[in-house]
C-alpha cells in the first residue's frame, strides 16, 4: 500500500483516479485551493470522506503547497504525486522534483502549459504543424489574422477544454457588428480555483481533417501509446467533440505513433501519461493540434477501460510509483468502445433530462454532468454538453448503433431565456 499526494481532480467530479487508487490499497492525501468547491457540489462527502486527508491551500500559494506537503512528508512519506489538472501540472512539476518522486520535469511541465511554446519548440526541431503566431493584444491578433489569411482558429496559449476557442473560416465570420477582433481580448476567463487566463493566444492555419486523440504512458523518456481514439466533432463554427471510437480501426498505427513519440521527445516528456491530439490531413498526414501533460480527460479513459479490459488510471498510479512499463501487459481490445454527447440545440436553463433506460449490455456508461437550474446552449465547446452514453461492441458499427440510438431517445428540457 503506497500513500499519495493527489492534486485537485478534473472539472471538480472526476474522481475515477482517487477511486482506483482506493481500489488498489492506497491512502491518498488530496490538496485543493478550495474543499468548499467540493462540498458545494457533494463530492466532498461522496468521495473526499475516504481521503487520508484533506489539505486546503486557499488562496493556492505554491510555496506555501510545498511547505505544508514538505511537513506530511517528513513523517509520512508520499510514495508518488499525481496531478490530472492542467492548470497546477508546473506546481505540481516543481513539487515532485522536491520530494524526488517521478513525475514530468518542471521545465517540459511549463514550456507544455504554453501552446505557442510548444510551437516554437517543434518548429525549432523541425516536426510538421500548421502555420502559426502569437497574439497578446486585439491589435495584434487583427494583424496576424490578416497575414495569415483565411481560415484560421485562435485560441488561448493556456487554455484547455475547447475554452475560448474560435474558427474564422472567411472575411464573412467576422460580422462588423461584433468586431470579435477588435474584442476578442480581454477574455476573462476563470480556469478554477483562483487561476485566471493570461490573454496571451495562439493563431494558427486552419486545416480540415480527421480529428484523433493519442494517449501515452512514459517512463525514463520511453514511450508506450495505449491506441488512436478517433474523434467525431460537432461542424464548425463549434470545437466541440460530438463523440469518439477508442480503437480506431481506420489509420496507420505507427506513422501516426511515430509523429507522436517525435512530438514527446521534442518537448523533453520524461514521465507520466500524455494526451496528444493530431488532425490526420489528406494532404500533409499528421498534424499536431495540442499536446497534453496528463491523462486524456472528459471521462474519456472509461472508454479506454472498456476497450483494453483494464484500468488506465491504475496504470497510471502504477507509472509514477515506478513500475515499468514492461509489466504493464495491454492485452488485446476487448472489442469497440464508443461514446455520444447528450446536448441541447435550444439555449436556455436545463429544467431537466430525462434518459431512457439502459437495456442490454452494450450500454455501459450513462451520467449526466448538467444540473437543472444550468444555463445551457448549444455545444460550441465541451463544456456546453451536458452528458454521454458509452457502449461497447463487438463490431464498431455495433457500438456506434447503440450509442446513437441511445442518445436519439434522450430528451433534454430547457427553459428558454
Not at 475516504?50 to 512519506?77: C, G, L
Not at 476578442?184 to 486545416?207: K, Q, S
Not at 484523433?212 to 461542424?235: A, Q, S, W
Not at 456546453?384 to 464498431?396: A, E, H, P
Request: aromatic share 8%.
Amino acid at each position: 500500500m503506497a500513500h499519495l499526494l493527489l492534486l485537485e481532480v478534473p472539472g471538480g467530479n472526476d474522481f475515477d483516479l482517487f477511486e482506483a487508487a482506493q481500489a488498489q490499497g492506497h491512502q491518498v492525501t488530496f490538496f485543493t485551493a478550495d474543499s468548499s468547491y467540493y462540498a458545494q457540489n457533494g463530492t466532498l462527502k461522496k468521495y473526499l470522506g475516504s481521503a487520508k486527508r484533506i489539505v486546503e491551500i486557499k488562496p493556492f500559494d505554491y510555496h506555501e503547497f510545498e511547505k505544508r506537503a514538505v511537513e506530511i512528508h517528513q513523517k509520512d512519506p508520499f510514495d508518488a504525486l499525481l496531478c490530472l489538472i492542467d492548470t497546477r501540472i508546473p506546481e505540481a512539476a516543481k513539487l515532485a522534483e522536491r520530494l524526488n518522486l517521478r513525475f514530468l520535469n518542471p521545465e517540459s511541465a511549463a514550456a507544455m502549459r504554453d501552446k505557442f511554446t510548444v510551437r516554437t519548440i517543434l518548429a525549432e526541431n523541425g516536426i510538421r504543424q500548421p502555420e502559426f503566431a502569437l497574439a497578446t493584444d486585439n491589435q495584434q491578433l487583427r494583424a496576424a489574422v490578416e497575414s495569415m489569411g483565411f481560415p484560421v482558429l485562435v485560441k488561448p496559449c493556456d487554455g484547455y477544454g475547447s475554452q475560448n476557442i474560435a474558427i474564422f473560416l472567411s472575411e464573412d465570420d467576422l460580422n462588423p457588428l461584433l468586431d470579435p477582433l477588435d474584442n476578442y481580448l480581454p477574455c476573462h476567463t476563470d480556469y478554477g480555483f483562483g487561476v485566471m487566463a493570461n490573454d496571451r493566444l495562439l493563431v494558427e492555419r486552419y486545416i480540415s481533417g480527421q480529428l484523433v486523440g493519442c494517449d501515452t504512458l512514459t517512463r525514463n523518456g520511453k514511450h508506450v501509446m495505449l491506441g488512436i481514439n478517433e474523434k467525431l466533432m460537432y461542424p464548425p463554427p463549434s470545437c466541440a467533440i460530438k463523440g469518439s471510437c477508442f480503437p480506431s480501426d481506420r489509420y496507420e498505427t505507427d506513422k501516426i505513433q511515430d509523429y507522436v513519440f517525435s512530438v514527446l521527445d521534442a518537448l523533453g516528456f520524461n514521465d507520466g501519461a500524455t494526451h496528444t491530439e493530431i488532425l490526420l490531413s489528406p494532404e500533409q498526414g499528421p498534424l499536431l493540434v495540442e499536446v497534453n501533460p496528463r491523462l486524456v480527460g472528459a471521462k474519456i479513459p472509461r472508454l479506454l477501460n472498456l476497450a483494453l479490459g483494464r484500468s488506465v488510471h491504475e496504470d497510471v498510479i502504477d507509472l509514477h510509483l515506478g513500475k515499468p512499463l514492461s509489466e504493464l501487459p495491454y492485452q488485446a481490445p476487448c472489442g469497440f468502445a464508443v461514446s455520444r454527447w447528450i446536448i441541447t440545440e435550444a439555449a436556455g436553463t436545463l429544467e431537466e433530462v430525462i434518459i431512457p433506460p439502459a437495456s442490454g449490455s452494450g450500454i455501459r456508461h450513462v451520467e449526466i454532468l448538467k444540473k437543472p437550474g444550468n444555463p445551457v446552449s448549444y455545444p460550441y465547446q465541451n463544456g456546453d454538453r451536458i452528458g454521454y452514453v458509452m457502449t461497447l461492441g463487438n463490431t464498431r458499427e455495433q457500438a456506434e448503433q447503440l450509442a446513437d440510438d441511445y442518445v436519439s431517445q434522450v430528451h433534454v428540457k430547457v427553459s428558454p431565456l
